[in-house]
């Protein structure tokens, strides 16, 4: 019987260290990037929405933090266009999963003269720590 319960609390002892580590592993980002505008201003975009990153399998079991510099520009509609990774350490770990959370950001547009305008040479880093 006294086996039972410390195989339950070796199971509940893993499931909150699983949990710690999804909080853990959620990425610091700013609040918003910056573009260039077809009038050449740079100007700071607002994320208004991110999705939850998630940390590939394969890196968390062999303890591998890292980051990918993304590029892409961001159409008058807001839709990301051209997404690439410019930099990545270490190469290809983590370039699928850094993709995948930035195209589900969301952007407030920026605007010239009352209107939306598309924005060029936006970068964005994610950073990948377990801690």
């Not at 006294?2 to 592993?25: E, F």
């Not at 303890?63 to 961001?74: A, H, K, S, W």
């Amino acid at each position: 019987r006294p086996m039972l319960s410390i195989k339950q609390n070796h199971g509940k002892v893993w499931a909150l260290m699983g949990c710690l580590l999804c909080l853990l592993a959620t990425p610091s980002f700013a609040a918003s990037v910056r573009g260039t505008l077809p009038s050449g201003d740079v100007v700071d975009i607002e994320i208004v929405k991110t999705p939850k990153l998630k940390y590939p399998r394969r890196a968390q079991r062999l303890n591998v933090e890292g980051y990918v510099l993304l590029g892409f520009d961001l159409s008058k509609d807001g839709e990301i266009l051209d997404l690439r990774v410019i930099e990545s350490q270490p190469r290809l770990v983590f370039d699928k999963s850094a993709m995948k959370f930035v195209s589900g950001f969301e952007f407030a547009v920026p605007e010239e003269d009352g209107n939306t305008v598309p924005a060029t040479n936006i970068s964005f880093r994610v950073r990948f720590r377990l801690q």
